[in-house]
């Protein structure tokens, strides 16, 4: 089987002649694993570790925002190399005016603030300067942009715009958001309807272009539980993200949706799965019994992800990692439904001879 083979029949339920593995990384410690599997290039790395997908990540385009930029973000956070509009400490703003800064340790962010953070009134946010459509790249752009990734090889090509969810809180502030689900939900629909309109054409135009995979990418849960109540999801949030994967399947009926939440999503699968999501990452370990989801959900979707970040990959050693790889296969992937990843970016507290096993123990084959 070709590597887009592979996953598309593990995600038409089809067993695979091994099941496919996918791959996240911090770009700090992907540099690393590259000296440590000699090779000077991304792709020759995902060539090297035989990666079965390939994603792409379409930022947007505004001239008028760029034209106010000051700096581009230094450290090891995920942001890094973009530019920015830099305020006083270390400050930084984006193009939605969400305030962040990085923290002392240069790998991650703190939000700050953003526009609405003290916004009390559904006016001000229909009064608020939101930049033009224009801002998503062209057709013909994006169109190059997968022309350029299926030029690789015969990979599956998945890309990805963000939940709304994410970016609204993230304008708000995350419990003001969360307060205003419950006091105030005319205002939250109408912010998360007005951004998915961006990623909505997004989304569209990457579906245009022929990627086999659309995702989109932003977290509803805890460890514990939804962020919010299953009520609140069905009537808030639930009704957007079908009007973004409606608009997805109205371009193309046979696009494979992937939905991402780190945390415990079990209360919200019944309603992703008739969104039409049907490969949800990461069915998080240390919050979901990968077994249980199988068994309840594993004919309607495709697990994807499943590796533990928090224990197993930082902490396993090689055996116990090849012995836990080998029993999800077993028990999740016998009948395709499963690609295996990383539930996240790997992180820097993680072996790099542990990262390498974890491949080395899907493919069933040595990769060094």
């Known amino acids: 089987m070709t590597n887009k083979e592979r996953v598309l029949a593990a995600c038409a339920h089809r067993k695979p002649d091994r099941v496919p593995v996918d791959v996240w990384f911090r770009d700090d410690v992907r540099e690393k694993f590259m000296k440590y599997m000699d090779v000077t290039s991304v792709e020759a790395l995902y060539k090297k570790l035989d990666v079965d997908l390939r994603s792409i990540w379409i930022g947007f385009d505004n001239p008028a925002y760029e034209a106010k930029t000051n700096g581009v973000l230094g450290d090891h956070v995920e942001l890094t190399g973009g530019r920015f509009i830099f305020h006083e400490n270390g400050v930084f703003e ?3 005016g969400v305030l962040q800064k990085n923290g002392k340790d240069g790998l991650y962010t703190q939000w700050i603030g953003g526009p609405f953070a003290d916004s009390e009134d559904i006016e001000d946010y229909k009064a608020y300067p939101w930049p033009s459509m224009d801002i998503v790249p062209s057709q013909e752009v994006i169109n190059a942009k997968v022309a350029s990734v299926k030029a690789l ?15 609204a809180w993230q304008m708000r502030g995350y419990e003001n958001t969360l307060c205003d689900m419950l006091l105030n939900p005319e205002m939250v629909s ?3 309807n007005r951004i998915a309109d961006y990623y909505i054409e997004v989304g569209i135009r990457l579906v245009k272009a022929g990627v086999d995979i659309l995702g989109v990418v932003g977290d509803i849960a805890s460890q514990k539980s939804l962020i919010f109540s299953p009520e609140v999801f069905k009537t808030i949030l639930k009704p957007v993200l079908k009007r973004m994967t409606d608009a997805f399947r109205k371009e193309n009926p046979d696009i494979l949706l992937f939905f991402h939440s ?4 079990t209360q919200a699968m019944e309603d992703l799965i008739d969104c039409g999501f049907t490969i949800i990452n990461p069915i998080q370990p240390e919050c979901m019994d990968l077994a249980e989801t199988k068994r309840r ?4 979707i495709t697990m994807h992800g499943t590796i533990s970040l928090q224990q197993l990959l930082p902490f396993g050693t090689i055996t116990e990692i090849h012995t836990e790889v080998g029993k999800i296969i077993e028990t999740c992937g016998q009948n395709g439904g499963l690609i295996i990843s990383p539930s996240n970016l790997i992180q820097n507290d993680t072996p790099m001879e542990n990262i390498l096993a974890l491949y080395e123990a899907a493919e069933g084959k040595k990769l060094r």
Do not use: C, E, H, T
């Not at 780190?262 to 999503?265: E, L, N, P, T």
């Open 94 to 96: 984006d193009m939605w």
């Open 262 to 265: 780190d945390g415990d999503v």
């Open 297 to 300: 959900f594993g004919d309607r």
């Open 190 to 192: 109408y912010v998360l």
């Open 153 to 167: 090889g015969d990979y599956a090509i998945r890309g990805s715009v963000s939940n709304p969810f994410k970016q």
